[in-house]
């Protein structure tokens, strides 16, 4: 039976798009990350400040060559942001096309075949080169049942402010680990530890999605999904780095999930002395909208 269509954004903040050469730094050498509420001259390089991003964001460029990856399983993408005509090309599973922007529309993919698909974008001139987000239609459970939401905190904040790790959640490694960062604002488990991870279990769901923080010193780190599913086929690799402190950043979505199967999620740290964390983790249950 065919899946339910189902639309899902992912916001160009999202580490989960896959940015060459660099996901933040200069305009043109790599990509940059902007908020429209974050002046640059606002910026505490030394960090006494938290930077913590206002606005909406998006990722520019002028670097002829940068380029950026979405892997989904679906039927269509649709990528949205600024550029110039014939400044950039896409190329969906390994074919090219002319970059040829329709207002904020970079390029969309529609009426593909139900399966596994790489997304590239690549700019070709050294004009600026915006990107905002990425609409997908995947599938989530048979065509035509309902769909619910099930959300889960990593993090038991008390009323006196105190905080532990919610029993859902584990964690193995030398560490170290702390539920303590900003347990009364936005608590999230987190760890610096080179190859530390974090991880948990679930059953009876189609979608998975975590949600968690970026910041200048977060870096590389792997998620794993066991029993494999959509793209995860194997152990995949992102960067969460940005200037800019950001809240609710989608670290790690998956689709096309079999109900009848306990799957286990493993997130381990790459870099020694940078953060990986994560502050909840959103199920979509057979049988609602994504999480708010």
Not at 20 to 47: M, V
Not at 53 to 58: F, H, M, P
Not at 135 to 156: F, Q, R, W, Y
Request: with cysteine; glycine share 8%; net charge negative.
């Amino acid at each position: 039976m065919a899946p339910n269509a189902y639309n899902i954004t992912v916001l160009d903040q999202s580490p989960t798009v896959v940015y060459s050469p660099y996901r933040d730094g200069p305009l043109d050498s790599s990509w940059r990350i902007i908020y429209s509420n974050s002046p640059e001259s606002t910026y505490d390089a030394t960090h006494n400040n938290e930077n913590l991003s206002s606005g909406t964001s998006l990722h520019s460029t002028t670097l002829s060559g940068a380029s950026l990856k979405i892997d989904f399983k679906g039927t269509a993408i649709y990528l949205y942001g600024t550029g110039s005509a014939d400044a950039y090309t896409t190329s969906l599973d390994g074919k090219d096309t002319s970059g040829s922007p329709s207002d904020d529309l970079l390029a969309s993919y529609t009426g593909l075949d139900y399966a596994s698909h790489s997304l590239v974008l690549t700019t070709t001139q050294n004009s600026q080169l915006n990107f905002t987000s990425a609409l997908l239609t995947v599938g989530i459970g048979e065509a035509g049942a309902s769909i619910n939401k099930t959300s889960i905190d990593a993090v038991n904040v008390a009323s006196d402010g105190s905080s532990s790790l919610n029993s859902y959640f584990t964690t193995f490694g030398n560490g170290p680990f702390s539920t303590d960062h900003d347990a009364t604002g936005y608590p999230r488990i987190d760890t610096t530890g080179d190859g530390s991870k974090i991880m948990f279990e679930f059953s009876s769901a189609s979608a998975l999605f975590v949600y968690g923080t970026t910041n200048y010193d977060h870096e590389i780190y792997s998620v794993s999904l066991n029993p494999t599913a959509g793209v995860s086929t194997s152990s995949r690799t992102f960067n969460d780095t940005s200037r800019w402190f950001a809240y609710d950043n989608l670290v790690y979505w998956e689709t096309d999930l079999n109900r009848s199967l306990t799957y286990q999620v493993t997130f381990m740290n790459l870099a020694e002395g940078k953060y990986m964390d994560i502050h909840s983790v959103c199920f979509i249950v057979v049988g609602a909208t994504m999480c708010d």
